[in-house]
DNA sequence: CTAATGACGTAGA
DNA sequence: ATCTACGCCATTA
């Protein structure tokens, strides 16, 4: 069980329709203040992978880009459309509407 | 074992 | 809001 595996596990716990930081997901994951960990997680994660990936996004509400991801950040902004994610004209996503609300946390 | 990497978060200005 | 700087530590070569 390597803790990737346990980040894997919270991101596919993300519902269809809501987002989750790297923060949020990291704490979920009982690694807080990794949130490292789940970005780095997440690269090594294939973008065909059946992880929801695509949902999630930083503290900022915005999709990570990064030149590692050749592209793959664009396609995560359209996954999230597809799910009726709205997003602002700078690609900013409003946390407090569509923020994954853990239940484990309450 | 060492050195480098890394889709982030928080605090201060 | 924007920028700078540091911390976090598993994973990989």
Same mark, same amino acid.
């Given at each position: 069980m390597s803790a990737y595996e346990t980040i894997y596990n919270i991101v596919r716990q /993300?519902?269809?329709g809501q987002v989750a930081t790297y923060g949020q997901v990291a704490d979920l994951a009982n690694?807080?203040?990794?949130a490292r960990f789940v970005g780095y997680a997440l690269y090594r994660v294939?973008?065909? =992978?059946? /992880?929801?990936?695509?949902?999630v996004i930083n503290a900022k509400g915005e999709i990570s880009e990064s030149p590692v991801r050749y592209g793959s950040d664009y396609l995560q902004r359209s996954l999230l459309e597809a799910e009726g994610i709205q997003l602002s004209p700078?690609?900013? /996503? =409003?946390l407090r509407k569509y923020r994954w609300r853990s239940e484990l946390k309450g």
């Open positions: /993300i519902p269809y690694l807080p203040g990794r294939a973008p065909d =992978s059946d /992880i929801p990936w695509h949902r700078q690609g900013k /996503i =409003s």
